[in-house]
């Protein structure tokens, strides 16, 4: 297919997708695995969102479709929690309420790809992965083909193109430089930050951020290019005030706290 | 029903709960919610207790009849889990153990409501909750009317005090002012720090705080109290050392962890 | 059983170990409990392993056989864990994947403790328990008579001994100072932190990093101590760097990320 060449998210967007994020204080109905519950309560709470860890199936079908938005993440998957999931997936669909799928390890085990391709049926929002991860899911919607892991991030931005263009879905796929595509027009947003691969759940936690600032947004790909910006912004700043992986988390979360419309060129400097 | 005035907590009460509590480094059962797992640990760790989450149906009976308590929080509720808890809660009971429970988003979902419903019927110790909880719990006492999650703190104090009159528990609803009531007499802790609010879990720890004070305690009411104004000094001394929500966990482990009963006047300054 | 007296671990060893173990990156598949997920999974990657948390019985035989190592931690034991863990210790063991055991509170409670002596049963590369879950499991592989958990550390270093000798494992008794056996050879490392104790899971984590170092292993009884010095001499930095248990835990997690062979010396100063 043919695709435009990636533009940097401008900060005049960005800022205008903060104000409206920080206005709506969105209530997040987050369905993640069990190792990054904290950290994405905290990132939520911290930047601006209301989360809500609701799992059993006496309540997720009715909380999904009330939250502003859902996060569906599948890393520590198992039968039961998957089976909430898709109870969150059909009322939050049914309702109209934008969720986001974020398919940790897809491509590596069986289980978790067949349940990420049924999730992937139902049409998300929005999907966040890594390289590896949206290389993966794109092959699956190609009919389950291999997926080279070892792949560079320009094979990476075409299968986020093409996995945009087969769901419907506004495709982020993050490392040093995240891009952010619908499948005609990408946006990037470059300010990586290598302390954040050693920090667990970040990832998982800008996934829940992308969610929240796809509730009520008018402009999807501007609104899930914006939650990655916040989070690379915040994590940049964070690697300047640290001295390891356990100082850079406070710092993070600080920053996501403190960044404003008004700060972003402070921040990003 | 006719009530008086709260009163503030007396700081040479809070010094003697807090000594007494100290001494006996509680060995407390918690059941709580997915999230919330680590930071209330550390928050009895730090206070000076003994955490042990232990889950499993095989396990529970025994280990809440050895407890000095039993924390039992709703906030990610599934049949499982509330089985392990009604579990608990019977064993607790039947040996003379303290519980105490956080009716995390009660009367927002139904499954969660009935089950604190049932819970409250077994007479807990101490219920831990923010106005919008302890007026749904009160409600539901009432005979499950609806309850106007808006009202103020006024309001939430008469429905506190109704509610430890109706299930002779000491309830605390918890917010910028504390109010700990036996439906007699109520006691107010005023150390409000709003950076509190943008951290998970800090209301969950607290009751598991409150849940560590209530073993062997002489008097459920200084016991209940002086726990809500352990954790609001130190929060208001965290708050003062840090720049965000991410730096204020950090300082608020370190102040529970040094708050003594000769320095409470130089942390509450 | 005659024995020879402890030797502590040269800082040759640890560095050569410490540089193997960094080159490696080993992938450790870690089955653990509710409460310390992320912190295990921030020491792992702070350190320089690669954390991976798999609990459905549909993935767990495939990844363990194809991890670096395996950890099993027995914490919040639940009938569905344990069976994924049993799973995971025949699919490692089956493909010459080194697995290791924390048997947390084993001894106080017997659904565990039968747990415990089925796993162990099953040959575990190591052992990593305190001075209590030591002497309870040596007792256990004695014929389940009961284990004075109030013994002294000597007591708890002749349990090792036989532990390992019955076992075939190396066995890990950890507390201010750290003994490492195979039953005939014991290392000791000196660099006890007593904050520690005061933050959950710095023991659950420090076994997932044991498991990290006898991935590819050449000595498993250098590599295990080595384990536990690299996480003292963090601790013992990080001690010196922080006012308590909230400092403490972000600046171990900093420690861990910056010890190299080149500066044990001085972190450890």
Chains 1, 2, 3 share one sequence.
Request: with cysteine; hydrophobic share 50%.
């Amino acid at each position: 297919m043919s695709a435009s060449t990636p533009t940097t998210l401008p900060l005049a967007t960005l800022a205008q997708e903060l104000a409206r994020f920080r206005a709506a204080c969105p209530l997040v109905h987050v369905l993640t695995n069990e190792v990054v519950q904290e950290i994405t309560a905290n990132v939520l709470l911290a930047a601006g969102a209301a989360p809500a860890m609701i799992v059993a199936e006496e309540e997720v079908p009715t909380f999904a479709a009330i939250a502003g938005a859902v996060l569906i993440n599948v890393g520590t998957l198992h039968a039961t929690r998957l089976a909430a999931m898709q109870q969150a997936v059909t009322a939050a669909s049914a309702a109209g309420v934008p969720w986001t799928l974020d398919p940790v390890a897809v491509g590596a085990l069986k289980y978790r790809t067949d349940a990420c391709q049924a999730l992937i049926r139902q049409k998300p929002t929005a999907i966040r992965g890594n390289a590896s991860e949206i290389m993966a899911l794109a092959g699956a919607g190609q009919g389950g083909r291999g997926v080279d892991s070892t792949s560079g991030s320009d094979a990476a931005l075409d299968a986020a193109r093409f996995l945009a263009h087969e769901t419907g879905a506004i495709v982020a796929v993050t490392g040093e430089t995240d891009y952010i595509t619908d499948g005609k027009t990408t946006l990037a947003t470059p300010w990586g930050h290598p302390l954040m691969t050693r920090v667990v759940g970040t990832g998982c936690a800008l996934s829940a951020l992308v969610a929240a600032f796809t509730a009520g947004a008018p402009n999807r790909l501007e609104a899930v290019a914006s939650a990655c910006a916040m989070a690379g912004m915040a994590g940049q700043y964070a690697q300047k005030q640290s001295h390891g992986p356990g100082s850079f988390k406070g710092a993070f979360l600080d920053a996501l706290y403190h960044i404003q419309p008004e700060n972003l060129l402070e921040i990003s400097a």
